[in-house]
Each structure stands twice: as structure tokens, then as C-alpha cells.
């Protein structure tokens, strides 16, 4: 018997063995040696970053003579489509609107907590994507949770049926009142019509429960891909359907070709053809954008498709300029996807997603020796998701209409623009905004053309575009407010929720929108941009004394975030829970307040929440986030394994 390199948490080998299965741990012993690869990446990640802030220089384009890192490929011919590509799916040819959640609910039993997967598998939705990141929590087992309850769906379980059929039945009742018809007919057909999609956890998280025998941390990445991958493809395959991931936070082709070797050792693992395994990536960070065609080359066959995000992109221009005292956000309800350099983000996709490259299958026809003929076809072409829709239709009459009307006119700005679809974050919204595509009737927008990407200091510029915007007071607190709920939220193990700043709770005339980690992330970079870079108020406040012009100071930061935390400890069990307010809400402002002021910027808010899982003690937390901010500040180590692996 081999000796094991991995070892799992506590009992939960026995416990989740219907995850950690005999194949599972087989497949991750054998792509363990892929972790210190990613390691390496993410420690040059780490120093790329240092280098921008001491050599003050912006991301800029690849020289076009070089080659993609991890791979023999061209700058030059990934620009020009001469890669080999993926045809797409028949199952993700239409994708008009993709519904993204966790399949699992902290602290739930099976029958309780898999009513996610009913919802969205019932929810009219063309494809959904489950989780494993941003919106799912990560308190307890909840990432095993996600597995299991997704394997026992796909499985068509006694037990998934049994809550399937009665979610259907809420589901219409609810729909009777909303829409004044049922959506589902036949729930059991129903189940058979969603394309299930996995999100794995990024490059720059490591596992809570899997590590190195010895006590060296592990990827979650690896892990999430394979679990799902080995427990679900068999019965995804034999069902005709795709075996599809959505991978996250990728920040340059080097990354993606990594990832494409894990996918790959995968495949090959389990005697699966290369490129059996689809993937999305979601262009999440700004480094990506300026590598949109490498990233795809890199991932060739696997690669089907971008996704155009809002929060997660903005953090990482704020991230990515952060040394630049000039550049400051403004409040962050003006960065819309048609602000300044988000359009050019936008822009820049749709045109990577519409560059043809050469098909898998076809690649070598007509090509003397199996070299890869030039000709295109017309459908080598890759998908662009848009981005997401986080409201959800609960609230006042006039509420959710005039919500509604935003959704649907932001929808059908994305169908005009180009995308193939669109995301929401909650599957009341699916028949709400699926007609725009339905009008619309293609099955995806491929075959439009749109100029060929360019790569000149104009459009590297684009990329940092700043436009004339509000900067408030008011911006500030909602900043705040919001930051301080889903720091607690997440610590509780909801890192999908339902938030509104807290001036608004009671008035169910603003909706609460659905959001998930990248929202905590963007509100801390941008606090931070306004109180290290000197941001000036574009408008004069009463309240607190502030004119037009005024400063963002400590003093104010400090002042404001002691309102605004004093609004959540009065709020009510709806808005924030009670049993909160004495445990994880004090950690929760005990982090925000350490990111914010910290002269040294921390990489990522979800480091010193994922530090203080579990742990309900305030001086404990300190010492955490202390530890956390000091090994950063000495030589860039972030802290990313479980401190209680072995409790």
C-alpha cells in the first residue's frame, strides 16, 4: 500500500466518506506534487505586487515575442487565435442565465441544508454555479457539506427528491403570487434542464480540513476540483451532461497554465481525454485583462468562456494601484460596469471572447505533418457571461418594481453589448431577467464580430480610467456598514447574504442584494485607498462636519465606524443576528478597523477572516489579526493555513 502524503483533518475522513472516497484520495495524492507549483506562483503573486508599489510602474502587456510561462506557446500566436481551442458544449452552447450560490448552509442537517441545490436545479436557470468559494461559507465542514449535498443531487438521491418535490411546490406557490402563473411543470423533468457548474476556491487559498503529511498546507484549489470532479463526472458523463468548473481569482496566463496542468493530471489521472473538463474563467483581477487571449491559450482545450465580475475587479484595480496616491475611488455605487475603466474591462472581454481559435478537433485538417492549419472556423469563438445580478424581488410594492426595471434595462444593456448571457445571485431573479434573452433568441452572441484586440499604452491606460464621481460622507458609512455585516456574516458562515447598509434597514423600499466575499473585499480596499492616499469629500455633510474638499481622516474613519458599528449592535435579529453581537460582530470591526488603518496593504480581507474561524474570542482574534499584519509587513508571508488543523 503506498504511504500517504496527505492527511485529513480529525475524523472526517470516516465522516465525509462518501466524499473522501478510496478514488478521491487517490486523485489527490496524485496531484499533490502540483502544490508546490502553486506555492511558487503565489509567492512570485506576492512579490510582483511589492515590485509595482517600489518600482511605482503599472501592470503593462506582455512583450509579444515572448512565450506563455508553463507552456510553448507565443505571446504573438495567442493574440492572434493560433491556439488550439474547445469547442463548446451542447449544454453550454445556451447559457442565458447562469445562477450562482452555495450548495450547502452552515450548520444544517442534509435535509435542510441540500434545499439549495433544489432551488437552484428548479429555478428555470440554463446553468447554475455551485460554489465553493466567495458565497460559500467556510465554518465547520460546510466545503464538505457543499460536496456532499451536490454528489447526492447529481445522484438523484431518495433524499434530494424528497426536498426537490417539496421546494417545487414552494416555488410555484411563490411564483403564483409574483409572476400569476407557476414555473415549474414537472418537477422532476425540471431537475434534468440546469447545467451544473462547480466554482473551486482560488490559487491563493489553502484547504481547512487537507495537508501535507507533516503539517504544510494544502490547496483548495486541487482539492475542490477534484472532489467534484471524481465524485460527479462518471454520473455527469453518463447523462450526457458537461463536467464544468468556473475558476476564480486567476491573475496572469502563467496561473491559467498552471490550473490547465491540474485539470490536466486530473484527466489523465482518471483516463478522461484531455479537455473533458470544461472551464469558465472569471476575469477577477485587472493583471488579467492586460492577458485575456494568453489566459485563454493557456487553458486551451478546457477553456469555454469568460465572465465579466464587478466587485472582485474593482478591488483588484484599487489593489493593483495602491501605491499610486493620485488614483482614489469614489463612493462605490458609482463604479457601474459602464464607469470608466469597468467599460473599458467590459470592452476589452467581449472582444477577447469573439477572437476565433483554431477547434480541437479540427485543428490539424489540411495541415501537412498535423500542424495546425490557420484556417478558423466561424464558431471558435468563446462564450462572455455577464455580470451579476444581486438584487432580490422581496420588499415594498414600489421597492421591487423599480428595482426590477434597473435589473431588466442592465440585462439588456449586457444582450446588446454582446454577452452570451447573464448572472443572478438569487433564482427568484431568473424568470425575471430571462426574457431579455428569450426576446433576444440566439443561443449566444459568438458569431458577432467586434474589433480585434489591441495592445498599446492607450489601452493600458483605459484599463486605470478614472471618471468625475461622488465621493461622500454617506459613501463612507455604507463603506463601512456593509464591510462590518459581512465580516460578521462570514465569520457566522453566510458568505452569501442579504445586506444593505444599515440607514436603510426597516425601509423595504431599498432592497437588500445578495453578496458575497468580494463585496467585504472592495468596501476595506477602497476605505483604505481614502485614508492612506488623503481622499477629498466631493460634497459637504452637516452631520459630521464636513465641507467639500475636507480630508477623510483617522479621526474620521475612526469616528464613523464606531456610528456605524453602533447601528448593527441596536439593529434588529432580521438584520443582524443577535447572538452575533457579543462573538463574531466585535471580531468582525476588530478586522475592518486593522486592514483600514494599517499603513502596510493587507492582499486580501479574506485572509484575516479565514485566520479567525471558529474562534469566538475577541483578545484571541487580536492576537491573530497581529500575527497575521506582522508577517505580511516583514517579508510578504501571508498566513493561509488552518491555525486549528489540529483541534
Given amino acids: 500500500m503506498p504511504v500517504r502524503t496527505l492527511e485529513i483533518r480529525a475524523n472526517l475522513e470516516i465522516a465525509y466518506a462518501d466524499v473522501y472516497t478510496p478514488e478521491a484520495i487517490a486523485a489527490l495524492e496524485a496531484l499533490a506534487p502540483l502544490d508546490a507549483e502553486r506555492k511558487a506562483l ?13 518600482n511605482q510602474r503599472r501592470i503593462d502587456f506582455l512583450d509579444p515575442q515572448a512565450t506563455i510561462a508553463r507552456t510553448k506557446i507565443k ?34 442537517p442534509v435535509e435542510n441544508s441540500i434545499r439549495n441545490v433544489a432551488y437552484a436545479l428548479l429555478s428555470g436557470a440554463d446553468g447554475w454555479m455551485f460554489d465553493g468559494e466567495d458565497a460559500l461559507g467556510q465554518i465547520s465542514t460546510m466545503s464538505l457539506d457543499n460536496q456532499r449535498n451536490l454528489k447526492l443531487a447529481i445522484q438523484r438521491d431518495p433524499v434530494f427528491l424528497h426536498v426537490a418535490e417539496q421546494v417545487a411546490s414552494e416555488m410555484n406557490k411563490w411564483a403564483q403570487g409574483f409572476f400569476g402563473r407557476p414555473t415549474i411543470s414537472d418537477w422532476k423533468k425540471q431537475l434534468n434542464f440546469t447545467t451544473k457548474i462547480f466554482r473551486a476556491r482560488g490559487l491563493h487559498l489553502d484547504d481547512r480540513h487537507v495537508r501535507h503529511t507533516g503539517g504544510a498546507s494544502f490547496s483548495a484549489s486541487i482539492v475542490d476540483a477534484t472532489l467534484y470532479v471524481v465524485n460527479n463526472q462518471r454520473r455527469l458523463r453518463d447523462a450526457g451532461s458537461s463536467v464544468v468548473l468556473y475558476l476564480p481569482k486567476i491573475q496572469n496566463a502563467e496561473e491559467a497554465a498552471l490550473w490547465n496542468d491540474i485539470l490536466s493530471a486530473l484527466e489523465q489521472h482518471l483516463g478522461l481525454a484531455d479537455g473533458t473538463i470544461k472551464v469558465y474563467v472569471l476575469v477577477e483581477q485587472v493583471e488579467a485583462c492586460f492577458q485575456l487571449m494568453e489566459i485563454r491559450a493557456a487553458l486551451g482545450k478546457h477553456f469555454v468562456g469568460f465572465n465579466t465580475g464587478r466587485w472582485d475587479y474593482i478591488n483588484s484595480v484599487s489593489d493593483a494601484m495602491a501605491w499610486q496616491r493620485e488614483f482614489i475611488n469614489p463612493n462605490i455605487d458609482a463604479i457601474t460596469m459602464t464607469y470608466g475603466y469597468m467599460r473599458v474591462y467590459e470592452d476589452r472581454v467581449r472582444r477577447a471572447c469573439n477572437t476565433p481559435a483554431l477547434l480541437a478537433g479540427r485543428a490539424s485538417a489540411g495541415a501537412p505533418g498535423g500542424a495546425p492549419s490557420l484556417a478558423r472556423p466561424a464558431n471558435g469563438c468563446a462564450l462572455w457571461q455577464g455580470g451579476m445580478e444581486p438584487n432580490i424581488p422581496v420588499g415594498t410594492e414600489a421597492g421591487v418594481t423599480s428595482a426590477m426595471k434597473r435589473a431588466s434595462a442592465g440585462a439588456e444593456r449586457e444582450q446588446r453589448e454582446g454577452a452570451s448571457g447573464k448572472w443572478v445571485a438569487h433564482w427568484k431573479m431568473v424568470h425575471i431577467v430571462r426574457p431579455v434573452w428569450e426576446k433576444a433568441g440566439q443561443d449566444n452572441q459568438a458569431g458577432r464580430e467586434f474589433p480585434p484586440l489591441t495592445y498599446t499604452p492607450a489601452d493600458a491606460d483605459g484599463l486605470f480610467l478614472h471618471e468625475p464621481a461622488p465621493r461622500t460622507v454617506r459613501g463612507a458609512r455604507d463603506l463601512l456598514s456593509v464591510a462590518l455585516q459581512y465580516g460578521n456574516a462570514f465569520l457566522v458562515g453566510l458568505q452569501a447574504a442579504a445586506l444593505k447598509p444599515a440607514d436603510y434597514f426597516g425601509n423595504d423600499d431599498v432592497l437588500y442584494l445578495m453578496e458575497d466575499m468580494a463585496t467585504g473585499e472592495i468596501r476595506l480596499s477602497i476605505l483604505w485607498e481614502w485614508l492612506h492616499k488623503n481622499a477629498a469629500f466631493t460634497a459637504d455633510d452637516a452631520l459630521v462636519g464636513v ?42 470591526r476588530e478586522i475592518v478597523e486593522a486592514y483600514v488603518m494599517d499603513a502596510v496593504k493587507l492582499p486580501w480581507y479574506v485572509d484575516l477572516l479565514n485566520i479567525n474561524l471558529e474562534n469566538h474570542d475577541l483578545t484571541d482574534a487580536k492576537r491573530r489579526t497581529r500575527l497575521l499584519a506582522e508577517a505580511f509587513r516583514k517579508d510578504g508571508t501571508r498566513i493561509t493555513e488552518n491555525l486549528d488543523f489540529g483541534k
Wanted: with cysteine; charged share 30%; proline share 6%.
Fill in 547 to 588: 465641507k467639500t474638499g475636507d480630508r477623510f481622516s483617522p479621526e474620521l474613519c475612526k469616528r464613523l465606524l464606531a456610528e456605524e458599528y453602533a447601528k448593527l449592535l441596536s439593529a434588529s435579529n432580521r438584520d443582524v443576528h443577535d447572538a452575533s453581537k457579543k462573538t463574531t460582530l466585535p471580531i468582525a
Fill in 75 to 108: 505571446v504573438q500566436d495567442a493574440r492572434a487565435g493560433n491556439f488550439i481551442g474547445a469547442e463548446i458544449p451542447k449544454d453550454l452552447q445556451r447559457q442565458w442565465i447562469q445562477g450562482t450560490g452555495p450548495a450547502a448552509k452552515p450548520n444544517a
Fill in 42 to 54: 503565489m509567492k512570485v503573486r506576492i512579490e510582483r505586487r511589492a515590485a509595482r508599489a517600489r
